[in-house]
């Protein structure tokens, strides 16, 4: 399936766009995927894709993970976001896109955001061109940046840098 909203490849039993973050939206009648409240095709009320699928149940509450929360601050550029799973942040791609969009240094697609149950927060740089780089301190002398497409962990209260935007890493648990 192609996301309405970002033109991504997901696949067909997707809730939400992995690579934008926006609810997928279904027409009940034609089954075509759609943006705003009516079906382009034939009027109709778009609901979610969780709620158009009839197997989608909720989990036993024994079998859900706790995700901590995820926020990354920077108080000098009045920045303070909070971060879901699978979340991409990018100067047009991402729920923060609009927040991202005036710094040109980050790229379109810059770092995505990963949750492993086993391992916690994971990083990965997706081919950004100016980078991104992890520190336990503000001072960025002889600090590598992270290879492209591996995943990284990361802990609270460490420093992220996207390009040359620093932000704090804190997670709660």
Known sequence: MICIYCKSEIENDCFYCDQCGKEILICPLCGKTGKGKKCINDGNTLVSAKQNNPNATPMNTSMRTSVPVLRL????????ITIRPEEIIG??????????SAYHQISERHVQFLFNPNQGWMLQDLGSTNGTALNHLPEWQGVAKLKPQNQVAIQSY???LLANIELQIIINQ
Not at 73 to 80: A, Q
Not at 91 to 100: A, D, Q, T
């Open 91 to 100: 100067r047009l791609h991402g729920n923060y896109s609009k927040i991202f």
């Open 73 to 80: 601050v920077n108080t000098t550029l009045n920045i303070d």
């Open 158 to 160: 460490r420093y992220l």
